[in-house]
């Protein structure tokens, strides 16, 4: 079975500062990795995913994620926040044949501060 | 165009009473999942669906929890006598397939809360 580890359950940040949120998998098979962002009062959205090819994806506002196989790792990553990337960001996985069911971590609230 | 509802979205019931949450996805996704939300958690999975062939129930808890999706399209998440621990969030997804380069949408959730 697969399992997602956020260590971080809130990260605080000034505007225009840059952030990173930690994501760490487990898994005996390989796996396909994503980044969900929940606005208040909204539905998950995906933000990026990882499925192959370049380990460094990207999604349209300005945020990046590496997979890093050696470290299991998917951190989130972006270079200068605004106050609207407030928002809890869930990483998830699926694994091959699995039906794409997702796993989930248990999410990391970011606050964006003036 | 139309994203995915749920309804209701919040539902207040007493324990040992059956709630039925429904989930509308989007006009013609094939898969649609059900996640249940603990506060503080991340959604956890409990089923899905291929049209309205159940193809993995392997996280309902317990033999309370039964969901259907009769014609391919709406689907429906049945709690039978309901406890306080069953109190979450209830999210469900559509996608255009199982596979993994399919986005899975997610609507608003249903609140449920059993006193």
């Known amino acids: 079975a697969q399992s997602v580890t956020q260590l971080d359950s809130q990260v605080p940040v000034f505007e225009e500062a840059p952030v990173e949120l930690r994501c760490n998998y487990s898994?005996?098979?390989?796996?396909?990795l994503f980044w969900y962002v929940q606005y208040p009062n909204q539905g998950l959205q995906l933000l990026l995913k990882?499925?192959?090819?370049?380990?460094l994806v990207e999604s349209i506002n300005g945020f990046e994620a590496e997979f890093n196989k050696s470290q299991t790792s998917f951190h989130l990553r972006k270079p200068s926040v605004h106050i609207s990337d407030t928002a809890e960001y869930f990483c998830?996985?699926?694994?091959?044949?699995?039906?794409?069911?997702?796993?989930f971590g248990t999410g990391t609230q970011l606050k964006v501060e003036l | 165009g139309a994203g995915v509802s749920q309804s209701p979205r919040y539902k207040v019931t007493k324990r040992g009473q059956d709630v039925a949450l429904r989930c509308d996805p989007i006009?013609?996704?094939?898969?649609l999942y059900w996640y249940r939300q603990a506060l503080g958690q991340g959604p956890e999975f409990l089923t899905y669906f291929n049209y309205e062939a159940q193809q993995d129930k392997s996280g309902l808890p317990n033999d309370r929890f039964s969901a259907e999706r009769p014609e391919g399209s709406i689907s429906t998440l049945t709690i039978q006598r309901t406890e306080q621990r069953d109190s979450a969030m209830y999210r469900c997804a559509s996608s255009p397939g199982d596979r993994v380069y399919n986005e899975q949408f997610f609507g608003p959730g249903t609140r449920l809360t059993v006193l």
């Open positions: 998830a996985v699926s694994v091959t044949g699995g039906g794409n069911k997702l796993t």
């Open positions: 006009s013609g996704h094939v898969s």
């Open positions: 898994s005996s098979v390989s796996v396909y």
């Open positions: 990882y499925l192959s090819g370049s380990t």
